[in-house]
């Protein structure tokens, strides 16, 4: 069974300074997807970041890039330059062909001004 | 483009009564995907459709909980008789088959609270 763990249940970074959000999963496919979700206050589920497990190359999106290691199944989010806007659950999802998105439990990230 | 649409965004009710939540998904996405989101559970997948037939409904919780997709631009989500147990946030999303690195698009939820 497919599951993701995030195990930082809540974070917190200064304004400007860069943070970095954890998450492991377990597959044994070799071809799936990889996303990260922020939820804020509003609880819209807005998308930030999404990795192909087939492309070695690290996803970027602005300040918002992830280190994918796929051998060690571990897919991290890293914020540069944080932002007051930023605050939020972030959720790290796995998905493989076109089954369901499984979810981790999320992270709250604080972001001090 | 509109993104996905669920309605009511809140809906406050008495355990017992029946609840409908309605979803339209983005057209031309043949997937569709019921959610709940709870404090202690995080977010569960319910249920999901693919062109208007559902597909996996093993995270329905109980006989209480039914969902249906009559046509391909809406579905619903129906708890009767409802207890104070399933109040939560439902999501309902929806994604494109063909491109399966494709995202989710969910909607902005139905904050669901049973008295």
């Known amino acids: 069974a497919q599951t993701v763990t995030q195990s930082q249940p809540e974070m917190s970074v200064q304004e400007a300074e860069t943070v970095t959000l954890s998450c492991t999963y377990d597959?044994?496919?070799?071809?799936?997807?990889l996303f990260w979700y922020k939820q804020p206050p509003s609880r819209q589920m807005i998308l930030v970041i999404r990795q192909e497990a087939y492309k070695q190359q690290n996803a970027t999106e602005n300040r918002f890039s992830v280190n994918f290691q796929k051998a060690a199944k571990s897919f991290s989010l890293k914020i540069s330059d944080s932002q007051l806007g930023d605050a939020a659950m972030y959720f790290c999802a796995y998905r493989y062909n076109n089954n369901d998105m499984r979810f981790g439990a999320g992270t709250r990230l604080t972001v001090k001004p | 483009d509109a993104g996905v649409i669920q309605s009511p965004r809140h809906e406050v009710t008495e355990m017992g009564q029946e609840v409908t939540l309605r979803c339209k998904p983005i057209s031309g996405h043949d997937y569709l995907f019921w959610y709940r989101q709870t404090m202690m559970r995080g977010l569960e997948l319910l249920i999901y459709?693919?062109?208007?037939?559902?597909?996996?409904d093993s995270g329905m919780p109980e006989d209480r909980f039914s969902a249906k997709m009559p046509n391909a631009s809406f579905s619903t989500l129906k708890i009767q008789p409802s207890e104070p147990r399933d109040s939560a946030v439902y999501f309902c999303?929806?994604?494109?088959?063909?491109?399966?690195?494709?995202?989710?698009?969910f909607g902005d939820g139905t904050r669901l609270s049973i008295l």
């Open positions: 999303a929806s994604s494109l088959f063909r491109s399966v690195n494709q995202p989710q698009h």
């Open positions: 459709f693919n062109n208007n037939v559902p597909i996996d």
């Open positions: 597959t044994s496919e070799s071809d799936y997807y």
